[in-house]
């Protein structure tokens, strides 16, 4: 297996002048630039005093100056431990501590955040801990040894006594022997419990890229918009680092993904392929494509012979448009959670070019995906890597659901300073335990049915899979987003009414709960007995969710 960082020396090489990264709107880094760049921080590591191996802490918004800070640190062979922008301050101090790391390069939002009286004292109590720094400039936002503002200031008159003639391509050198050697920490977003530190080698990412490269062919001078949080292991390697090993663009979406400013950019970007979770296609598909094809006269048309193809290609036409024209090539790539059902059937139905993957940070991240034109509609894809295997942890592995495990080369070495969690994490035999529950067909195709730990067991042992339900729920016309959970007296649908829905009916709310309570015990009808609802409680703000938009279950009870 080819170490990452050797691809990432190549498409430097071969890529010198072609720009590499943008700020979607605002500034463009050249490959060139983005090499030049990174050798300015390998002199701050330097004169810093920190050794290869130890950890540097990443704490921004998204930005083509993240991706570069993230690429100085694994290619000095330190530790990049990326912190998420949307933890809180004292999570972020705490992290920094937690990890060991040396530096902490931040961005000025962030750091605008940190409540400087109460968290960037406790900073100052770190061993060997050197201070925190502007990503954007290299400016000095906190001299935490005394040392670090003198060095900063001393970076131009380094760089260019080293490189008097400036920086070319001879100069670049990421290509690494020890591919088993720690890169990343990353520290999960978590849905149900405290972040922990997963271990991520040089051969985890490698695995990752190169699948990537194989499956999803990408050519220099391809553009991408880059959307997802780059601190999460699926933005950061799928949105990232793969496609710039292939000399691609990257544009990066520095705003939150409003869908009326993201399809702007998507208009402008023409990207190859988009990744993004199903919630944001979810909320496009609602707004754009369903009120269109569920008039009564759509839905005579689309059962006449011969005109469903015609209005089916002409909605697809417009979508892969509205998408920038070129998505067809690499896909719509789903990932994260569960795509809604209908969606998904008009998704299939109008053969729009896109396929759900399936993984997890301790992967690195994916374990399975299948390219558009062989997706199988319900399924997350199939086993993705030639070097990791996956098993259902079930007697019959095709029709009763098990726990997903996997072990291979993607998966991690264990939590950073946690024996504890990384020992229940792994079976006595060696394998992860994803916590989640599916089914492999013959073909190798993952069916999710659920989280093992929202599994809910009623008194008379059935296995119920809330997210199954969750989904029937979802459809209801008046319904933004539901979680179904288990209390003393059967099962309870926690609601977000879909306010736009809600407002252009024209209902009370007395008349909303009676709606949706009414639409509940039609829907009671299709499942069987131990899966019924037996209430329903309405929730006027929208469920907290994590980075990657996945609801915070733990929250509600």
């Not at 890229?209 to 918009?225: C, M, N, S």
């Not at 929202?454 to 979680?483: F, K």
Request: proline share 5%; hydrophobic share 40%; with cysteine.
């Amino acid at each position: 297996m080819k170490h990452f960082l050797s691809y990432v020396d190549e498409a430097i090489k071969a890529n010198w002048e072609r720009s590499a990264l943008s700020n979607y709107g605002a500034n463009t880094y050249t490959y060139k630039d983005v090499a030049s760049e990174i050798e300015k921080l390998h002199i701050l590591f330097e004169k810093c005093g920190i050794a290869k191996g130890e950890k540097i802490a990443l704490c921004a918004r998204n930005s083509a100056e993240w991706c570069i800070s993230y690429f100085a640190i694994v290619s000095y062979d330190a530790v990049c431990v990326p912190l998420l922008a949307d933890f809180l301050p004292q999570n972020i101090a705490d992290l920094t501590r937690l990890s060991d790391s040396r530096l902490l390069l931040v961005d000025k939002s962030i750091f605008g955040g940190l409540e400087r009286e109460k968290i960037v004292p406790q900073f100052a109590g770190f061993a060997d801990f050197v201070g925190l720094v502007d990503i954007c400039g290299l400016n000095v936002l906190e001299d935490c040894n005394g040392k670090l503002t003198k060095i900063t200031s001393e970076i131009g008159n380094a760089y260019a006594r080293i490189y008097p003639k400036g920086l070319t391509p001879a100069d670049v050198n990421y290509a690494k022997e020890d591919i088993e050697a720690l890169a990343v920490i990353s520290y999960t977003s978590g849905t149900s419990s405290s972040p922990k530190g997963v271990m991520l080698t040089a051969r985890s990412i490698s695995s990752n890229v190169e699948f990537a490269r194989t499956h999803i062919p990408a050519t220099a001078g391809d553009t991408i918009l880059s959307i997802l949080p780059l601190a999460h292991i699926f933005g950061q390697i799928f949105d990232f680092v793969y496609p710039f090993t292939c000399g691609c663009h990257i544009n990066i979406f520095t705003e939150k993904p409003i869908p009326a400013r993201l399809l702007k950019a998507l208009a402008d970007v023409k990207p190859y392929m988009f990744l993004t979770v199903p919630l944001l296609i979810e909320k496009i598909f609602r707004a754009k494509v369903m009120p269109q094809l569920q008039t009564k006269l759509m839905r005579v048309l689309l059962h006449i012979p011969g005109l469903k193809g015609v209005i089916c290609n002409k909605v697809r036409a417009k979508l892969v448009a509205t998408f920038g024209g070129n998505v067809a090539k690499g896909g719509i790539i789903l990932g994260g959670a569960a795509l809604n059902k209908e969606v998904e059937n008009v998704m299939k139905m109008i053969k729009l070019p896109y396929s759900v993957g399936y993984g997890m940070t301790e992967c690195g991240p994916l374990l399975s995906y299948k390219r558009w034109q062989d997706f199988v509609i319900r399924s997350c894809g199939a086993v993705a890597h030639p070097g990791v295997e996956i098993r259902i942890d079930s007697e019959k592995p095709s029709r009763i659901p098990g726990e997903i495990q996997a072990r291979g080369a993607s998966v991690m070495s264990g939590y950073y300073k946690n024996e504890e969690a990384t020992k229940a994490t792994f079976t006595s035999d060696g394998w992860l335990k994803t916590g989640d529950m599916g089914l492999m067909d013959k073909h190798e195709n993952i069916f999710i049915k659920g989280r093992c730990k929202n599994m809910i067991l009623t008194a008379n042992g059935q296995n119920i899979y809330p997210e199954e339900i969750e989904d029937l729920v979802n459809q209801l016309p008046l319904v933004m987003e539901s979680i179904i959970v288990g209390r003393k007296h059967g099962l309870v649908a926690i609601v977000v009414p879909n306010a736009d829905a809600v407002a252009e009916a024209g209902i009370s709310e007395v008349e909303l709960k009676k709606n949706i309570e009414e639409s509940l015990f039609e829907l009671n009808a299709k499942l069987p007995v131990y899966s019924k609802i037996t209430a329903c409680e309405l929730k006027k703000e929208p469920f907290e969710k994590t980075p990657k938009l996945s609801i915070k279950r733990f929250m509600y009870k």
